[in-house]
């Protein structure tokens, strides 16, 4: 379908597409994009989140394994440092939403702005999230039908690193319009109000979530009295409760960077190719990001590294084959 769907709306355009000669000038017209022509049968991404040119967060984290998953993706860096914050410096610049915008119009003027999904992850002023928004209301108005997956990155263990005021946004103008959110234990208790201290509570926190807007709502790490895991709920229609299942996840004692940009990645190329059974979506997913700390603190271990020391930088690449085809270790609990 959505082959077809593509390949109808590229034809007109692709065959229109030459260069011409106009007395003695010469106009270039754009090539045929094949992703447009012949689009993966899976989608294409677009993917607003941050880049370090070493190691792998936002989308060094997500972008690989979407590809793997058989995504076309497209990044957009929201910004561009020479590595991750953790350091003890880093360098790089940061694109505000006039410079997101620009982006937008380039590829619109050019009629390259029909996506399937888009995916975001840290936003760091309420100027760019308001301009995210914008991006959304376009995108639809080219595909309806277009999923959007946020991860609304605020905080984590008791500790916000965005402005304050964005949690307004989000709460307001973001969840009504995202399709799926992953956000973590503090990011939703910072969404809903709700302080989560055990099962019940994130189950409610979900449903919260889901009376604002999202079908499908993952709380991807819950820790209470020293037990791990995630909870999912799908919404497949507004007159019946949602679907909700956990997932235990084992304590690997080091600490990632990284993680939360790949769970995300994975949950939306697994979620689209299972889009009924977020469940089976979650255990891959799951399993897949299991598979590869386990590869990425054996590895420290194998350096001669002390994994507690500092933060790891994770082992993608080395862990492809775990993200293509995960051998499926977690089980989800269903609820009801």
């Known amino acids: 379908m959505l082959h077809s ?34 689009p993966s049968e899976t989608g294409r991404v677009l993917s607003i989140q941050s880049h370090t040119v070493q190691g792998y967060v936002g989308n060094k984290s997500a972008v690989f394994p979407l590809q793997l998953l058989g995504y076309d993706v497209d990044p957009i860096n929201s910004v561009q440092f020479s590595n991750h914050t953790g350091y003890p410096t880093f360098r790089g610049q940061v694109l505000n939403g006039q410079q997101l915008w620009e982006l937008i119009e380039g590829l619109e003027a ?9 995916l975001t992850g840290y936003i760091g002023s309420v100027s760019f999230l308001n301009t995210v928004l914008e991006v959304v209301d376009k995108l639809r108005t080219i595909n309806p039908n277009l999923t959007y997956v946020c991860d609304p990155v605020m905080g984590d263990e008791g500790k916000l690193y965005v ?29 809903t109000g709700l302080r989560i201290c055990s099962e019940e509570d994130g189950r409610e926190a979900c449903k919260i979530l889901h ?30 409760s949602p679907e909700q299942f956990k997932i235990v996840i084992p304590k690997i004692p080091a600490y ?26 979650a255990e891959l997913a799951v399993s897949s990001l299991q598979a590869l700390l386990q590869r990425t603190l054996n590895d420290y271990l ?6 507690q020391s500092s933060s790891l930088e994770i082992r993608l690449i080395q ?12 089980k989800a609990e269903k609820y009801n």
């Not at 990632?256 to 059974?277: E, I, R, V």
């Not at 862990?319 to 977690?330: A, E, G, H, M, V």
């Open 302 to 307: 194998r350096a001669g590294y002390d994994p």
């Open 163 to 191: 402005p304050e005021e964005l949690i307004s946004v989000y709460r307001e103008k973001v969840l009504p319009v995202a399709s799926m959110l992953t956000p973590n234990q503090f990011e939703a208790e910072l969404l």
């Open 319 to 330: 862990s492809q084959d775990d993200i293509r085809n995960p051998q499926l270790k977690f």
């Open 5 to 38: 769907l593509l390949a109808g709306r590229a034809k007109s355009t692709i065959f229109r597409w030459s260069e011409l000669k106009v007395g003695s000038r010469k106009a270039v017209m754009a090539p045929p994009i094949l992703s447009l022509a012949l």
């Open 110 to 118: 050019n009629d390259l702005l029909y996506y399937t999904h888009l």
């Open 256 to 281: 990632f960077t990284g993680t939360g940009d790949l769970m995300t990645a994975l949950f939306l190329g697994w979620s689209n190719k299972y889009p009924d059974n977020l469940d089976r979506a």
């Open 211 to 240: 009376a604002t807007g999202p079908s499908k709502v993952v709380i991807t790490s819950i820790n209470i009295e020293g037990s791990l895991f995630l909870i999912g709920s799908h919404k497949k229609d507004k007159d019946n």
